[in-house]
């Protein structure tokens, strides 16, 4: 009978270790998000179509950090234009986001070339389970080859919306650690029942 019970315990334990090692160690699902870059009026218009694609994580578990990615690239053949002529071209981007660090805080910048892309990466650690939400900024900047001032102009503002998720309050690492230890004895605990039952 005590045997009984000890087997049904040790299936209870390696059951819920194997779900607690599913859980902490499963990847989280990335999403990519895109859309075509549309100019306000009045600013020079950039040969080609110009796409914002954004990569990122919308579930995540707590006290983990994860990448998010902005690209902006050209698709289709890029028109001849007197843009690169008249103009150096410089993108930037920030990314908003509260109830989390995001390294880095300030804006981040790249040159912007003909046929060429801008790519950025944030990395996000939520304080907090929960909802977070956040604005990914996309300005382009134009400095004049001729003299002249520069200017600088908001051109998208992407949101997004990420899940931290925790496990009865565990951050994944604790996850991870308990299904570990929940594993390790549940393998000893069978071991033992099945040693006492070929001894008997």
Known sequence: MIRKLLSSLDVVILAVSVYLLFWGFLPPRRED??????????????????????????????????????????????????????????????????????????????????????????????????????????????????????FRQPVSAQLIEIRSRSLLGWTGSVVRSAGVVMFLLGLTLGGLILFSSRVN
């Open 33 to 150: 998000v895109s859309q075509p870059l549309l100019l306000p009026d009045g600013l020079p218009s950039l040969p080609g179509q110009r796409v914002i694609r954004i990569a990122y994580s919308p579930v995540m578990r707590a006290g983990e950090t994860q990448t998010i990615e902005l690209n902006l690239t050209s698709e289709g053949d890029e028109q001849a234009t007197r843009l690169y002529n008249d103009y150096n071209l410089i993108a930037e981007a920030r990314l908003d986001m509260s109830l989390a660090d995001v390294r880095p805080l300030d804006l981040i910048s790249t040159a912007l070339v003909e046929g060429g892309k801008a790519t950025f990466y944030w990395e996000v650690y939520p304080r907090q389970a929960g909802t977070l939400r956040g604005t990914i900024w996309l300005y382009l900047r134009f400095f004049p080859k001729t003299g002249g001032e520069e």
